[in-house]
C-alpha cells in the first residue's frame, strides 16, 4: 500500500514535469527533527530532502523524506498535493491540500493521511490540520505562524500550534518556538527553541537546522 501510493506521487511529479512547470529541491541538516513539539527522532540529528513541483495556476504534488527514529520506524516518507493562490501581500494568501505519512519498512508506525487548509497575511499565518484516521482516531491540529522580518537578512520565527480530538484524549497539549534565521545567498541558519505544555521527552530543547533549495538561482 505505500509502494502504491508513492508510486502514485512520483507519477504524478513524472506527468508535472513534462509538464515544464517549476521544480524544486528543498534540503535540510537538522540537530533534531521537531513535529508538533515531538521529537521524531528520539533526539539525535536529521537530514531531509524533498521534490515539489509547482504549476503556474498553484496547483503543487511533490514528496518528501527524512531520518526518524521510532517503535521500529527508521524513515518517514510523505506524498503532499494541493493548491495555494492569493496573495498574502496585497490581502490573503489561501493553501488547501492533502499529506500522507508513510513508514516504509516499519510494522509499527501506520500511514496516517491530513487534511489541511490555511490562510496568510504578510508575516502572520494560519493553518487547520485533520485526519479522519489517525490510528483509528479523529485528529486536529490548529497552528498560527508568524515570521518578523529584520535588518541584514535576519527574520524571527514564531509558532504556536494545538493538538486535540480523539486521538489526543486526555493529553491534548500546545506547542510553541521562538528562534533567529539567517540567510546567507541560497543557504538559511535556523535556530529555535521549541517547547510544550505536555511533558514529552526531549521537550524544551534549541534546535539548529541549516537548509537550501534546488536549484539555486543565477547571480
Do not use: C
Not at 521534490?51 to 521500529?72: E, H, K, M, R
Request: proline content about 4%; cysteine-free; charged content about 20%.
Amino acid at each position: 500500500m505505500i509502494k502504491s501510493r508513492v508510486l502514485v506521487a512520483g507519477a504524478l511529479l513524472a506527468a508535472a514535469g513534462a509538464a515544464n512547470a517549476d521544480i524544486s529541491v528543498p534540503l535540510a541538516v537538522t540537530s533534531d527533527y521537531d513535529f508538533r513539539g515531538i521529537s521524531q527522532t528520539d533526539g539525535d540529528p536529521a537530514f531531509q530532502a524533498g521534490l515539489t513541483w509547482t504549476a503556474d495556476n498553484g496547483f503543487y504534488a511533490g514528496v518528501w523524506g527524512s531520518n526518524v527514529d521510532f517503535g521500529d520506524a527508521d524513515i518517514e516518507v510523505d506524498a503532499f498535493l494541493g493548491f495555494a493562490g492569493g496573495d498574502a501581500a496585497e490581502s490573503f494568501g489561501y493553501d488547501i491540500g492533502a499529506i500522507l505519512y508513510a513508514y516504509p519498512g516499519s510494522s509499527d508506525a501506520e500511514e496516517v493521511i491530513e487534511l489541511y487548509a490555511g490562510l496568510t497575511k504578510g508575516w502572520f499565518g494560519g493553518k487547520v490540520w485533520f485526519s479522519p484516521d489517525n490510528y483509528g482516531s479523529t485528529s486536529w491540529y490548529v497552528e498560527g505562524n508568524a515570521t518578523i522580518p529584520l535588518p541584514a537578512n535576519f527574520s524571527i520565527p514564531l509558532h504556536v500550534g494545538y493538538s486535540f480530538g480523539d486521538y489526543w484524549d486526555g493529553i491534548e497539549y500546545v506547542d510553541y518556538s521562538v528562534g533567529l534565521s539567517w540567510t546567507a545567498k541560497a543557504f538559511t541558519l535556523n535556530g529555535k527553541w521549541v517547547d510544550s505544555d505536555e511533558e514529552f521527552e526531549h521537550r524544551g530543547k534549541f534546535i539548529v537546522t541549516i537548509s537550501t533549495t534546488l536549484p539555486w538561482a543565477s547571480e
